[in-house]
């Protein structure tokens, strides 16, 4: 079955750790999007890819970073920088930017 | 900036009521517009996308209309079923290429 894989579904972040959230596509999608969803509010895009080795800043980059070394794979770390962390994370693809959006079943975040 | 904006938060129907989901934007320069549905502690599963040159998409019981310059798009679904509880979001891509997200109209079908 293609989709989007993400791992883990809920994951616990101590004070000053760094923690990695995993997003894997079989999809042959160039497109790549980390989203931060909070109770309440839109969807608010953290980074996005649109080639492997390429990344680009979203609305709320700030404290997290990426990796697209590969076309299938693109984690998200959550640095300790990142004050506020507790949320529903979803990573999503596409076959060219902003085409059909297909999103991963979401990890949620919360601090120990 | 585009501000997308879905009135109301809830709403309750009883089965086999007909649901009329609003989703509003402040700037009508848009590309497309997509409605998506979320279950609880899910992810988003694409339901209809409109082209900004189209006036409406229509999928089996679902049906999305688009009124570009007064920025509004309705989400139409017939005859409702338990199985339609979930919540609605739309979102819409920019001519800036930025994609905004409404907060959602979570929906509840009674049996």
């Known amino acids: 079955d293609g989709g989007i894989t993400q791992s883990p579904k809920y994951l616990f972040r101590k004070e000053g750790q760094n923690v990695t959230l995993s997003c894997e596509q079989n999809?042959?999608?160039?497109?790549m999007y980390w989203y931060r969803q909070d109770p309440g509010q839109g969807l608010r895009l953290i980074y996005y890819s649109q080639i492997v080795n390429d990344f680009q800043k979203g609305d709320i980059a700030e404290g997290y970073s990426v990796s697209r070394e590969k076309k299938e794979s693109f984690p998200l770390t959550v640095t300790s920088a990142q004050k506020n962390p507790t949320a529903f994370y979803l990573c999503?693809?596409?076959?060219?930017?902003?085409?059909?959006?297909?999103f991963g079943s979401g990890t949620q975040l919360s601090v120990l | 900036k585009q501000e997308v904006t879905q009135i109301p938060a809830a709403l309750s129907v009883p089965e086999g009521e007909n649901l009329v989901l609003n989703c509003s934007f402040t700037?009508?320069?848009?590309?497309?517009l997509q409605w998506f549905r979320q279950d609880p502690g899910k992810g988003l599963t694409s339901l209809l996308l409109i082209q900004s040159s189209q006036r409406e998409q229509t999928s089996g019981r679902l049906n999305a209309s688009l009124d570009k310059s007064s920025g509004r798009s309705t989400l139409y679904i017939a005859a409702s079923q338990p199985g339609d509880s979930a919540t609605y979001l739309c979102a819409v891509l920019s001519n800036d290429y930025k994609l905004s997200f409404g907060a959602g109209t979570t929906v509840t079908v009674r049996a």
């Open positions: 999503a693809s596409s076959v060219g930017l902003y085409e059909k959006l297909f």
């Open positions: 999809l042959n999608h160039d497109a």
């Open positions: 700037d009508s320069a848009i590309y497309n």
